[in-house]
């Protein structure tokens, strides 16, 4: 094992991958390539593939090493020949469907080559727009570069922004966007063997002149790329005269009419409350079968501004303690400290609880880890953890659910319901012990007036009332704890806020790269790309 791994770390190693790339403007291309890199005995040359030439040709082939001697480029390229025999000398294998681009490796030690070639035609002239897909770096190069960096410039003074240069990358784990008016690209891990550097960049008309014009648009070259990846490539990035007119519309309407519309809506919202609330009497029993996402949608839905989903957390957890998937115990920490929190249980026919609920207790579970204990600090980092990003996002699309007063135009006395019950809650200290007949739903109430946000007022009148009931009801009793509750409530709440904006953010960088402003780039997708192919580096 000693030896294999001393022989793993002894083999040719490929540190960094700097590649210039200056358009002409016509459309051709002089790439500059930096390796630096490890060389020990094994093989006999570097290469490069370039194949999918789609009309390019590759020319101007020069090679030059750390010492800044230039190699004999010798043209023709034998790669049979003996290390010895290649040293100092560059070529060029013709494929059938492309080039090699080769020279030898010579001495081992720290090694710095520096290869520069010409691609004609590189940049490709369409009815929309000018530009190009281009594979930069091919999949399956050997050694894996450890860093990868690209940058694209113009060889005169032209300048690249967001306004008039659309960018994309694909195929790498890394960055794409504009540093100093130009295009820049840069590998943010160590390849993997699947790894590429494709960047597809579209140009305004009039930046450059193509000797190359292609029938169709570049937006089916776009299409194309995008297929596989995680751009969005259900949008039209083409300003069109109906375009304008919206925006002439939608102008004119935030200049003229904004009041006139939040007026009209308040009043909207007005005359449904008040058919709601009119001759409203008390309601004792659970309204909308007991499903709080939903009670909270009609909550939402008849305010007249500021959607609420902290309550609606807060009365899932009460939920949830009711039904036996948590409680509230005192447990020892690590520093012998006595403590309450969370422990959370399994829970049986889980699946069949509204799909809100089976969320939280997932969260929960997973957070509390293997000891079944909850800690607000275990809560708080994992709910922050990138790699449980996918169950958050679900979670966080799920607490955010909508819905419109329209929506509840044949369901008023559901409505009617919810708003009787809490009207019974606003007023539960009016009844008398000796006619309280609804014991057993008292727990469902604590929920509801969570839900409602009055549950420490309905809380203090049920214990004036029956105080007996809390001393009997352990379960009762922990859904009351104003130790305990207010810590996860903070917690989740905060976790839950700095969820959302984290995706609503990704939402709109997503939005963003997809228009071609940079970003993030896209493992998958780039098809129909140019050069690259697969393979290179030492053979």
């Not at 999918?52 to 190699?71: A, I, K, M, Y």
């Not at 590189?122 to 940058?151: R, W």
């Not at 419109?404 to 008398?432: P, T």
């Not at 609503?504 to 402003?517: D, K, N, V």
Request: net charge negative; with cysteine.
């Amino acid at each position: 094992m000693l030896l294999a791994s001393t022989v793993a770390s002894a083999r040719p190693q490929l540190h960094d991958l700097s590649i210039r790339v200056v358009l002409s403007k016509n459309g051709d291309a002089r790439i500059i390539e930096t390796r630096q890199m490890s060389i020990d005995s094994e093989g006999t040359e570097c290469y490069i593939p370039i194949g999918n030439l789609n009309g390019s040709e590759v020319c101007d082939l020069t090679v030059t090493d750390e010492s800044e001697q230039s190699f004999t480029n010798i043209g023709s390229w034998d790669i049979n020949e003996s290390r010895s025999w290649k040293a100092g000398k560059c070529g060029i294998v013709n494929k059938h469907n492309g080039y090699e681009l080769c020279w030898g490796l010579g001495d081992s030690g720290e090694r710095t080559y520096v290869t520069s070639y010409t691609v004609t035609n590189l940049v490709k002239g369409y009815e929309d727009a000018d530009g190009f897909n281009y594979m930069f770096v091919a999949q399956g190069i050997s050694p894996l570069p450890d860093h990868v960096k690209l940058t694209i410039e113009p060889e005169d003074t032209l300048q690249f922004t967001a306004e008039n240069t659309g960018i994309w990358g694909f195929r790498y784990n890394g960055e794409v966007g504009f540093i100093n008016y130009q295009i820049t690209a840069e590998s943010s891990e160590p390849f993997e063997n699947r790894s590429a550097m494709i960047i597809m960049a579209k140009f305004n008309k009039g930046m450059f002149e193509p000797a190359d014009v292609r029938e169709g648009t570049f937006e089916q070259v776009k299409n194309l790329a995008f297929e596989g990846s995680d751009y969005n490539s259900s949008g039209n990035d083409e300003w069109t005269w109906e375009d304008t007119l919206i925006l002439i519309a939608l102008v004119i309407g935030f200049i003229f009419f904004p009041l006139l519309l939040i007026l009209g809506y308040f009043i909207y919202v007005w005359r449904a409350r008040r058919k709601v609330k009119k001759d409203l009497l008390w309601y004792r029993d659970i309204p909308f079968g007991g499903d709080l996402q939903e009670a909270n949608k009609a909550i939402n839905a008849y305010k007249y501004m500021g959607a609420d989903y902290n309550n609606l957390l807060s009365a899932c957890i009460l939920k949830l303690i009711d039904m036996g998937g948590i409680s509230i115990e005192k447990t020892t920490n690590a520093k012998g400290k006595t403590t309450s929190n969370f422990v959370i249980h399994e829970m049986e026919n889980i699946d069949k609880q509204p799909v809100l609920l089976r969320q939280v207790h997932n969260i929960f579970k997973k957070a509390a880890g293997e000891d079944t204990i909850l800690e607000p600090k275990e809560l708080k980092s994992w709910m922050k953890d990138t790699y449980n990003q996918g169950t958050t996002d679900s979670f966080i699309q799920i607490l955010h659910a909508k819905t419109a007063i329209s929506n509840y135009k044949n369901r008023l006395d559901d409505v009617r319901q919810l708003f009787g019950l809490k009207k019974f809650l606003q007023e539960f200290s009016l009844l008398d012990e000796r006619h309280v007949q609804e014991v057993s739903l008292w727990k469902d109430y604590m929920i509801f007036a969570t839900l409602f946000g009055i549950a420490d007022q309905v809380i203090k009148d049920m214990k004036k009332i029956n105080p007996e009931y809390f001393n009997m009801d352990q379960v009762a009793n922990q859904m009351a704890d104003d130790r305990t509750l207010p810590t996860i409530y903070s917690t989740m709440h905060s976790s839950t806020t700095r969820a959302a904006m984290s995706k609503a953010q990704r939402e709109a960088e997503r939005e963003a790269r997809s228009s071609g402003h940079g970003g993030h780039a896209s493992w998958g997708g780039g098809g129909g790309f140019s050069g690259g192919g697969f393979g290179g580096g030492v053979r």
